[in-house]
């Protein structure tokens, strides 16, 4: 393995579970697990149900580092290991871009739900089970959901039939997944709000008396927010939290309550709103496109693509997903970002199977994702995640909108695409002339705005390598690099 | 009959413990009272499934295993 002593800009990623530390360590990431821990781990690696999902993808890989490796990377930390019980590190594999639940489509929290369900089910069968359940446990690798936190996976008491994690999965799984169907409230709403997702009491409180009757919330909803309400007036002490009875009895209780969930889940609908949006979609009728244009506009950004792009793109805008999946299937590992929840979730749906190095997120680009949690450094923000990531970004049949539904300056528009890229921009210039723009203008005035204007600013920070006007004379689209000036 | 009856004294017994006794668990997460609560009425909904279960499968072992010696005795 190849470690990086020189490396020594070292940041903590964990901060709440006490049996362990995730650190990142130059481009490395290693999990120190406390020496109160390390027995547990030493049984708890063997397990044949983490063999099978790191096997099929959905757990992390991991693997252990020496005591020569890590006392040549972290002297400060290995001092702890001259204590009889030892310290355990393990090195992880590294997800491509980290992304947030603020940041999913409903169908992919459902699947990340889904994940940790089977996954603390199938431990349950060999007296292990999940410490804690949220989806920050969760990241996407493309459109697979990977089970990251190896220190949520504990020893079960074979006689409790109680899962401790129960709160925080509705909390932060099943609530906001019912909050998105029957209160239309987006999970960034939910999740940047409070990591730790919405109770039952609050969402109870929302709804009318006749939804806390709704079957689908009246047990998952209505019964805990009501018995919390007791409970807080009533109980002097907090209830019991060992419910102890046989461990065939035990087991059963568990599996039932898992498998519960599981199909509380997994029928959930999402019935996304019908919303007119301005982003209309390219293969509908309504497209703003012509059959001809759209197919130069396809045959140049595949080409473009081809030829630029090496590794990782980003679609900003990337509407359903169409040009991202093009350049997922020419190998690319691709972000694709939109504001629109619908959008995001055709694409994840979409894509998951065919293009698994696709990773659709829930991303305003006029206003993304903040640095968040503990210190604002438990999450990145999402223009800092991006940072070196992608040598070419796609920003097509974005420009106007940003003139003027969000009244962002042109200048300010290209100076984003700079910081994006790492060299290469493939952008379409749509002009005042267009329908589209004339729509989303509402009585406003852009016609200093030409395509010359557009091409000045964009030559301050790239040159250009090519460009091209669709049939119509009202769209361009153009093939950037960008300047590396000293 | 006798096992409605060890159902509903279990479920009294289950709301007094829940209601006196308290124990600090391991855990470093909420694992909030309501939910608590919520998951010892389940448990005890699915103790009658269990117990029906675990009848069913008495009984049917005990007709099987008859009938199995009634027709190896013939």
């Given at each position: 393995?190849?470690?990086?002593?020189?490396?020594?800009?070292?940041?903590?990623?964990?901060?709440?579970?006490?049996?362990?530390?995730?650190?990142?360590?130059?481009?490395?990431?290693?999990?120190?697990?406390?020496?109160?821990?390390?027995?547990?781990?030493?049984?708890?690696?063997?397990?044949?149900?983490?063999?099978?999902?790191?096997?099929?993808?959905?757990?992390?890989?991991?693997?252990?580092?020496?005591?020569?490796?890590?006392?040549?990377?972290?002297?400060?930390?290995?001092?702890?290991?001259?204590?009889?019980?030892?310290?355990?590190?393990?090195?992880?594999?590294?997800?491509?871009?980290?992304?947030?639940?603020?940041?999913?489509?409903?169908?992919?929290?459902?699947?990340?739900?889904?994940?940790?369900?089977?996954?603390?089910?199938?431990?349950?069968?060999?007296?292990?089970?999940?410490?804690?359940?949220?989806?920050?446990?969760?990241?996407?690798?493309?459109?697979?959901?990977?089970?990251?936190?190896?220190?949520?996976?504990?020893?079960?008491?074979?006689?409790?039939?109680?899962?401790?994690?129960?709160?925080?999965?509705?909390?932060?799984?099943?609530?906001?997944?019912?909050?998105?169907?029957?209160?239309?409230?987006?999970?960034?709403?939910?999740?940047?709000?409070?990591?730790?997702?919405?109770?039952?009491?609050?969402?109870?409180?929302?709804?009318?008396?006749l939804k806390k009757l709704h079957p689908s919330l009246f047990t998952k909803i209505t019964v805990p927010a009501l018995l919390e309400l007791w409970s807080d007036k009533k109980l002097r002490n907090h209830?019991?939290?060992?419910?102890?009875?046989?461990?065939?009895?035990?087991?059963?209780?568990?599996?039932?309550?898992?498998?519960?969930?599981?199909?509380?889940?997994?029928?959930?609908?999402?019935?996304?709103?019908?919303?007119?949006?301005?982003?209309?979609?390219?293969?509908?009728?309504?497209?703003?496109?012509?059959?001809?244009?759209?197919?130069?506009?396809?045959?140049?950004?595949?080409?473009?693509?081809?030829?630029?792009?090496?590794?990782?793109?980003?679609?900003?805008?990337?509407?359903?997903?169409?040009?991202?999946?093009?350049?997922?299937?020419?190998?690319?590992?691709?972000?694709?970002?939109?504001?629109?929840?619908?959008?995001?979730?055709?694409?994840?749906?979409?894509?998951?199977?065919?293009?698994?190095?696709?990773?659709?997120?829930?991303?305003?680009?006029?206003?993304?994702?903040?640095?968040?949690?503990?210190?604002?450094?438990?999450?990145?923000?999402?223009?800092?995640?991006?940072?070196?990531?992608?040598?070419?970004?796609?920003?097509?049949?974005?420009?106007?909108?940003?003139?003027?539904?969000?009244?962002?300056?042109?200048?300010?528009?290209?100076?984003?695409?700079?910081?994006?890229?790492?060299?290469?921009?493939?952008?379409?210039?749509?002009?005042?002339?267009?329908?589209?723009?004339?729509?989303?203008?509402?009585?406003?005035?852009?016609?200093?705005?030409?395509?010359?204007?557009?091409?000045?600013?964009?030559?301050?920070?790239?040159?250009?390598?090519?460009?091209?006007?669709?049939?119509?004379?009202?769209?361009?689209?153009?093939?950037?690099?960008?300047?590396?000036?000293? | 009959?006798?096992?409605?009856?060890?159902?509903?004294?279990?479920?009294?017994?289950?709301?007094?413990?829940?209601?006196?006794?308290?124990?600090?668990?391991?855990?470093?997460?909420?694992?909030?009272?309501?939910?608590?609560?919520?998951?010892?009425?389940?448990?005890?909904?699915?103790?009658?499934?269990?117990?029906?279960?675990?009848?069913?499968?008495?009984?049917?072992?005990?007709?099987?295993?008859?009938?199995?010696?009634?027709?190896?005795?013939?």
């Amino acid at each position: 393995m190849n470690l990086l002593p020189h490396n020594k800009s070292l940041r903590s990623l964990s901060l709440r579970d006490p049996s362990g530390t995730l650190f990142e360590i130059g481009t490395q990431l290693i999990r120190q697990i406390h020496s109160s821990s390390s027995v547990d781990w030493n049984q708890i690696k063997r397990s044949p149900t983490l063999k099978k999902f790191t096997e099929k993808g959905l757990f992390v890989r991991s693997w252990e580092i020496s005591d020569t490796d890590i006392s040549n990377l972290l002297p400060e930390l290995s001092h702890k290991n001259k204590n009889d019980i030892k310290d355990i590190y393990l090195g992880h594999e590294k997800i491509n871009f980290v992304n947030y639940p603020s940041e999913w489509a409903p169908e992919m929290l459902r699947e990340a739900g889904l994940l940790t369900l089977d996954l603390a089910t199938q431990l349950s069968a060999e007296n292990l089970g999940l410490k804690d359940a949220t989806p920050f446990n969760v990241l996407f690798s493309g459109g697979l959901p990977v089970f990251v936190d190896v220190l949520s996976v504990e020893k079960r008491d074979p006689h409790n039939s109680l899962w401790l994690a129960y709160s925080q999965f509705s909390k932060t799984f099943i609530n906001p997944l019912l909050a998105y169907q029957h209160l239309g409230q987006p999970l960034y709403k939910t999740f940047l709000l409070s990591r730790e997702g919405l109770t039952a009491t609050d969402f109870y409180t929302q709804i009318s008396f006749l939804k806390k009757l709704h079957p689908s919330l009246f047990t998952k909803i209505t019964v805990p927010a009501l018995l919390e309400l007791w409970s807080d007036k009533k109980l002097r002490n907090h209830p019991n939290t060992e419910k102890l009875m046989d461990p065939e009895r035990a087991q059963f209780t568990l599996k039932f309550l898992l498998n519960n969930l599981k199909k509380s889940i997994s029928q959930l609908n999402f019935n996304h709103k019908q919303q007119k949006t301005q982003f209309n979609n390219y293969m509908s009728g309504e497209s703003p496109y012509s059959h001809l244009q759209f197919e130069n506009k396809e045959r140049l950004v595949k080409k473009w693509l081809t030829l630029h792009s090496k590794n990782s793109v980003l679609d900003v805008g990337c509407n359903d997903g169409h040009f991202s999946r093009i350049a997922a299937s020419l190998g690319r590992r691709v972000v694709a970002i939109d504001s629109e929840v619908e959008l995001i979730s055709k694409t994840w749906s979409m894509s998951r199977i065919s293009h698994p190095t696709l990773l659709p997120l829930v991303v305003n680009i006029a206003n993304p994702s903040p640095a968040s949690g503990w210190r604002n450094q438990e999450h990145r923000s999402f223009l800092d995640r991006t940072q070196g990531q992608f040598d070419c970004v796609l920003m097509l049949a974005l420009v106007h909108h940003l003139l003027t539904t969000e009244s962002i300056l042109l200048q300010y528009i290209i100076e984003l695409a700079k910081e994006l890229t790492t060299e290469h921009v493939i952008i379409e210039w749509v002009s005042p002339s267009d329908p589209m723009f004339e729509h989303l203008k509402k009585g406003r005035d852009y016609t200093h705005l030409t395509a010359q204007v557009f091409e000045q600013e964009c030559l301050k920070h790239f040159a250009i390598i090519e460009k091209e006007t669709l049939p119509g004379n009202t769209r361009t689209l153009y093939c950037l690099k960008k300047l590396f000036l000293t | 009959m006798l096992k409605t009856k060890y159902l509903s004294f279990e479920f009294t017994i289950a709301l007094l413990m829940l209601c006196f006794c308290s124990a600090d668990g391991f855990g470093y997460i909420d694992p909030s009272s309501g939910y608590i609560l919520w998951q010892v009425l389940f448990g005890t909904v699915v103790g009658i499934l269990f117990f029906a279960k675990r009848i069913w499968s008495c009984l049917r072992n005990f007709f099987t295993s008859s009938k199995h010696t009634d027709s190896s005795a013939s």
